[in-house]
């Protein structure tokens, strides 16, 4: 350690605050906390751990409701579907644990080369996700997916509106396997035939 000759030697204890200092500031805090700061009880946002999404959306480019209500049965998805102007949507009524994944995994594989969207809603934020032949491609920017989309979704996804209340709501769980099959092989007919 070199001395500086023109200055004196600490006499006193040097851990302390200097003499033009306050506690706070030598502390590294600029001054007493701000009045109404509240500090929250649950920090698990901030380790990483996340709750399951308020909602869970499939945004797909089937034309019908019925068709991925019927698809969504034979992948044993409880959703309730909605056709829109640019796709059927199927709200998940399972968000917990990675529910939302798989759902979106098993119908984009039941409906190969058609890739749909995962929309998960945590509070005020949205991620979505896109998915193609049974696999994640990615994240998409939410501005990217909701700037076409139609106010039906919107809606939906701010909880403006639940998907019951949109018109042609198609439940999966009233579907058997059986009557998934003919009304999928009925909308592939319908299909071929508009052609």
């Known amino acids: 350690m070199t ?4 200055r004196p030697e600490p006499t006193g204890p040097t851990s302390g605050p200097a003499p ?4 706070d500031a030598a ?3 600029d001054g007493p906390l701000p009045e ?3 500090i929250p009880d649950d920090l698990s946002e901030l380790t990483g751990a996340r709750k399951d999404p308020e909602l869970a959306v499939l945004i797909t480019q089937i034309a019908g409701a019925e068709p991925l209500a019927a698809a969504c049965a034979l992948a044993e998805l409880d959703v309730d579907v909605a056709p829109t102007p640019v796709g059927a949507l199927a709200v998940l009524r399972d968000t917990s644990d990675d529910a939302p ?7 984009s594989r039941l409906v190969a080369g058609v890739p749909l969207v995962l929309v998960t809603r945590w509070g005020e934020q949205l991620t979505c996700v896109r998915y193609a032949d ?3 491609e990615g994240e998409l920017p939410p501005g990217l997916v909701l700037g076409g989309a139609p106010e039906a979704l919107e809606d939906v996804l701010t909880g403006q509106l639940r998907v019951t209340e949109l018109p042609g709501v198609v439940a999966s769980s009233g579907i058997g396997r059986f009557k998934a099959m003919r009304m999928l092989s009925g909308a592939a007919r319908k299909a071929r035939k508009s052609k």
Request: proline share 8%; charged share 30%; glycine share 12%.
């Open 3 to 6: 001395t500086d000759p023109d």
């Open 20 to 23: 033009d200092e306050t506690p």
């Open 27 to 29: 502390a590294g805090h």
């Open 36 to 38: 109404g700061l509240e």
């Open 101 to 107: 994944d798989k759902a979106a995994t098993a119908i």
């Open 134 to 136: 049974g696999a994640a």
